[in-house]
Nanobody, 122 residues
Framework: VQLVESGGGLVQPGGSLRLSCAAS????????MGWFRQAPGKERDFVAAIMFSGGTTYYGDSVKGRFTISRDNAKNTVCLEMNSLKPEDTAVYYC????????????????WGQGTQVTVSS
């Protein structure tokens, strides 16, 4: 599976962005998909995950109520809608695929995209 993120950019505090991740290869609908982020000098942190059916999602505490993860298995895409953005949301955002469950740790995700930069600044 190859993953390609898009949609990052510069946004003012309080603004919104929508990240997309396009997957190539077979069996996309069988993977749990996740979003992680990494700021300079920090570890890669869990943001959100969605199970293969799309019916179960989980969010990191810092983004609950502001971010929404969704997927379209027919189009092999997963999206992250980000609202009420804060400067501390600034990071490189990565899309990743896992073999099941709702893992929160990067080590349990097998496939990764190259990342897309999100900068929240006035």
């Amino acid at each position: 599976v190859q993953l390609v993120e898009s949609g990052g950019g510069l946004v003012q505090p309080g603004g919104s962005l929508r990240l997309s991740c396009a997957a190539s290869g077979r069996s996309f609908s069988t993977y749990t998909m996740g979003w992680f982020r990494q700021a300079p000098g920090k570890e890669r942190d869990f943001v959100a995950a969605i199970m293969f059916s799309g019916g179960t999602t989980y969010y990191g505490d810092s983004v609950k109520g502001r971010f929404t993860i969704s997927r379209d298995n027919a189009k092999n895409t997963v999206c992250l809608e980000m609202n009420s953005l804060k400067p501390e949301d600034t990071a490189v955002y990565y899309c990743a695929a896992a073999f099941g469950g709702l893992p929160l740790t990067p080590a349990l995700y097998y496939y990764w995209g190259q990342g897309t930069q999100v900068t929240v600044s006035s």
